[in-house]
Nanobody, 125 residues
């Protein structure tokens, strides 16, 4: 059974930092992209960043470029999202996801097959 389990969310002041973790189990993700999405109340789920598990290539949404960094640890089968210079508009439930990546890192939720349960990130002003 494939599982993605997020952790590391919480309450932080604007300008602060958080690191989210996504622990994976149940399969290897060679050929997959690992993505982070977020969903704020009343809004659609949006792509934040993605990473090719095999190559390490990354892709970021413009809204987080330069502030967020995605990375992976092969030994721990874990993907991380380091978030810095957080803004109140970053407040959302953050989800980890995995989907097949053939030519590019997908940015649409429907392209991802596996999802975690989400972790809340709240940035106060």
């Amino acid at each position: 059974q494939v599982q993605l389990v997020e952790s590391g969310g919480g309450l932080v002041q604007a300008g602060g930092s958080l690191r989210l973790s996504c622990a994976t189990s149940g399969r290897t993700f060679t050929g997959y992209a690992m993505g982070w999405f977020r969903q704020a109340p009343g809004k659609e789920r949006e792509f934040v960043t993605g990473l090719s598990w095999s190559t390490g290539r990354t892709f970021y949404a413009d809204s987080v470029k330069g502030r967020f960094t995605i990375s992976r640890d092969y030994a721990k089968n874990t993907v991380y999202l380091q978030m810095s210079s957080l803004k109140p508009e970053d407040t959302a439930v953050y989800y980890c996801a995995a989907g097949v990546a053939v030519l590019h890192i997908p940015s649409t939720p429907s392209d991802y097959n596996y999802w975690g349960q989400g972790t809340q990130v709240t940035v106060s002003s």
